[in-house]
T-cell receptor, first 114, second 109 residues
Framework: AAGVIQSPRHLIKEKRETATLKCYPI?????VYWYQQGPGQDPQFLIS???????DKGSIPDRFSAQQFSDYHSELNMSSLELGDSALYFC?????????????FGPGTRLTVL | QKEVEQNSGPLSVPEGAIASLNCTYS??????FFWYRQYSGKSPELIMS????GDKEDGRFTAQLNKASQYVSLLIRDSQPSDSATYLC?????????FGKGTRLSVIA
């Protein structure tokens, strides 16, 4: 079965640079979520999109922005990168079924900020 | 603030034993609960979903939900070394997931 695709898988950036992470949800899934997971931490919700509209916003810094495109893929744009942004970034997708929407995670992008 | 609490462990069990993982949640309105397995450096993998009180079995895994006690658990029968991972409890289902801190399970051969 098709899974969530994320690119790139690894990314190394310098402080104050920008980064763009991409996510391709499972076909026919209409909702995309972005999570950040620091070392030894549980995943923290950043932002989500349902049918190309922002649906929820979590602890996403103002330096980050995201959008979902007409083909349902999503991009997380990160600017003025800081050392503390080094983390695993996961995208998850689901088909909205009310409280039963199971979220399936992509393999993640490991971002390292030097 | 919705909260999900888990014992961080580590929980060590011998191979072939039953591993029992527990989770409590604060939001009485939560209707859905999910168990994810996460290997170090990998993404969370959904292994069980449960929406109703009682037990739900899938292979070696059984999820148990008690809404009155705001308690959800995961039992892993015949534990294998490959089950060694961090298990994350998550709720609710119709908004972004709130994860517990995860329980680290170690199955000793």
């Amino acid at each position: 079965a098709a899974g969530v695709i994320q690119s790139p898988r690894h990314l190394i950036k310098e402080k104050r640079e920008t980064a763009t992470l991409k996510c391709y949800p499972i076909p026919r899934h209409d909702t995309v979520y972005w999570y950040q997971q620091g070392p030894g931490q549980d995943p923290q919700f950043l932002i989500s999109f349902y049918e190309k509209m922002q649906s929820d916003k979590g602890s996403i810094p103002d330096r980050f922005s995201a959008q979902q495109f007409s083909d349902y893929h999503s991009e997380l744009n990160m600017s003025s990168l800081e050392l503390g942004d080094s983390a695993l970034y996961f995208c998850a997708s689901s088909f909205n079924r009310g409280h039963k929407n199971e979220q399936f995670f992509g393999p993640g992008t490991r971002l390292t900020v030097l | 603030q919705k909260e999900v609490e888990q014992n961080s462990g580590p929980l060590s069990v011998p191979e072939g034993a039953i591993a029992s993982l527990n989770c409590t949640y604060s939001d009485r309105g939560s209707q859905s609960f999910f168990w994810y397995r996460q290997y170090s450096g990998k993404s969370p993998e959904l292994i069980m979903s449960i929406y109703s009180n009682g037990d739900k079995e899938d292979g070696r895994f059984t999820a148990q939900l008690n809404k009155a006690s705001q308690y959800v658990s995961l039992l892993i029968r015949d534990s294998q070394p490959s089950d060694s991972a961090t298990y994350l409890c998550a709720a609710p289902g119709n908004t972004p997931l709130v994860f517990g801190k995860g329980t680290r399970l170690s199955v000793i051969a």
